[in-house]
């Protein structure tokens, strides 16, 4: 669908380019708090339930890593570079805090220095039990107890169990409602590209919820009418990590592979559950993140139920194959996609492998690799049906 | 009937010309700064060459390599990988393992038994193990592309070189030089850096016979030696020149599509 035809699908692919889009500097101007997420496992329900906005940290626009150089090894990835960097400019000086935890040695690196330089004025972390199970479900609810406590102390709130419950609810609406924007991409021909669909929900991370999701029924209204373009090569579901950049996405589409489902953090391993909204809201969100929700390799012991995962995506969604993507210095994703390789051969399925930077330069060869896969994907659909 | 294969590569641009499956006639040039004015250009040359004057004769044209999409006369672009696998397979129907090396990257290509590509790796932003690298090379030993390949068959005693990077193999080499080297020797140990850098690109994606090297360093008969004795196997020689590869595989397409359109 062109961004012409929907209001909403081009403030969320606006947003997704900037870091400050208006809606969050109109909730900042009114005088709205909001903390950064930095990176995954965090429930963001804490946060809206102590009245403030959590906003997923991001780098877009990041022109160099000049600044974040003194700080990281060589070892470290171009993400936390990028980061860095971001904060020592101030590009996320609009943040009225941080709160992380353990994700990774890169993330865990990028945490400590954003104490020690960019000083954020309140920064919170947590320990994440990396493992799924009983224990570690009540381990990571101790933890989620003291981020609200620490949350009630430092910004004078009042979490409260209601208060937890209502933001899990509405979290929970946003899902349904990014769920039924994936329905949408079983169809033949989909209204929405994988680029403008990684972009609605990328955006969902940086506007205010209620904005957010007022237009995300707009746009579930206005993809009804409309039916979406033929003549894409293949169908492609994308694997990786956070991957916050739709211009990825986008490389894939413009070379004819229509992205129509994905294993992404930013995308449907982020919706596809709900979290409990009976008992405890605090255990509920901790097994959310350790149990309930699809694993990221960082949860140990979740090789297959991750590769079943994918698999079940391209049935899904009908997909032709499967480009899986990893951040250079990334191990796990590096693991991730060895493990996902062997995999998707035993089960027949086409596999493309892509390594990127945070951010995506030098695409020449990147293009290459793209075309010459879903070529061969389309020659071997055209010798099948002959 | 009339169809072209334009390849427009890193280094050169490359034109083959074909009629009912068969080369009429084919062209190589250095590449200019724009795609279009090195396509136009290397497919004049070649049109020439046959003594074809009017460029409407030839009904399809597609374009393959870096300078793809920049093409405005072109009827369609197909990705060199896919464009090397075809021409490949037409100039030796058992190749299954396809080592390209060109001007900027080198790729490793597997085919099936029907000529399909089925698995490739190809390097990343890095120049190393490609004709960047080698022109660096020669340049630093005084002597042209074609004088490195016959030096380093002269060496008895290969240099070892262990970098591959062509900024910090430029600096190897140049303590060579000084500490008494055999430019032979050092032209051999730079080719067998390479053919090792190859070498993992093949085990990565598996070895299977027949084995052929295409784009312009395939010339460079040391490298082919030197892959040869890396692999343990017999490298299968093309019955054309192998930096013609891709755009024969790009002309093989150009007869396929054009046909297709007619009868469609």
Known sequence: MSESKSEALREFVEAAKTLVNPALSDYKKKGGKVIGMMYHFIPEEIVTAAGMMPYRMRATGSEGTELSEGYFTQVNCSLVRHFFDSGMRGRLSFLDGVVSVNNCDHIRRLYDNWQWKVKTPYMHFMVFPKKTGKEQVEAYREQLEGFRSSLEKSFGVKITEEKLREAIRLHNETRRLQRELYELRKADAPPLTGTQTLAALVAGTCIPRDRYNALLKQLLQDCRAEKGGNGWKARIVVMGGEIDEPKFVEIIENQGGLVVGDALGYGSRAIVNDVDETGDPLAALARYQLVDRPADPRIFGTTFDRNDYVVQQVRDYKADGVVSVRLIACDLYGFEQVNLSKHLKKNGIPHLGLEIEYVIDAVGQMKTRVQAFLESIAEAKHDNRN | ?264
């Open chain 2, 1 to 264: 009937m009339l169809v072209a294969g334009v390849d427009l590569g890193s280094a050169t641009g490359k034109a083959v010309v074909m009629k009912n499956n068969r080369i009429v006639s084919a062209a190589v040039m250095p590449a200019t700064t724009h795609p279009e004015k090195t396509a136009r250009a290397v497919l004049k040359t070649a049109l020439e060459k046959a003594g074809i004057e009017l460029a409407e004769e030839v009904k399809y044209v597609v374009g393959t390599g870096y300078g793809r999409y920049n093409v405005s006369f072109v009827n369609e672009n197909i990705s060199e990988i896919t464009c090397h696998a075809k021409g490949a397979s037409w100039m030796h129907p058992g190749a299954r393992t396809i080592v390209d090396v060109g001007g900027q990257d080198c790729k490793v290509i597997s085919l099936d038994e029907g000529g399909r590509v089925v698995e490739f790796t190809m390097n990343d932003k890095c120049a190393a193990g490609t004709g960047k690298f080698f022109e660096a090379m020669a340049r630093t030993l005084h002597c042209s592309l074609e004088e490195f390949s016959e030096l380093s068959l002269k060496s008895t005693a290969p240099a070892n070189i262990t970098k591959q990077c062509s900024v910090f193999a430029e600096s190897e080499v140049v303590t060579l030089i000084n500490s008494g080297a055999e430019a032979a020797d050092i032209a051999a140990g730079l080719t067998d850096s390479i053919a090792r850098r190859l070498q993992a690109y093949v085990y990565k994606v598996g070895l299977l016979e027949d084995v052929v090297l295409t784009g312009g360093c395939a010339k460079n008969e040391g490298l082919v030696k030197a892959l040869e004795s890396k692999l343990n196997i017999k490298i299968a020689r093309l019955p054309h020149s192998p930096q013609l590869c891709g755009a024969l595989g790009a002309a093989l397409f150009a007869e396929e599509h054009f046909l297709k359109n007619v009868f469609a």
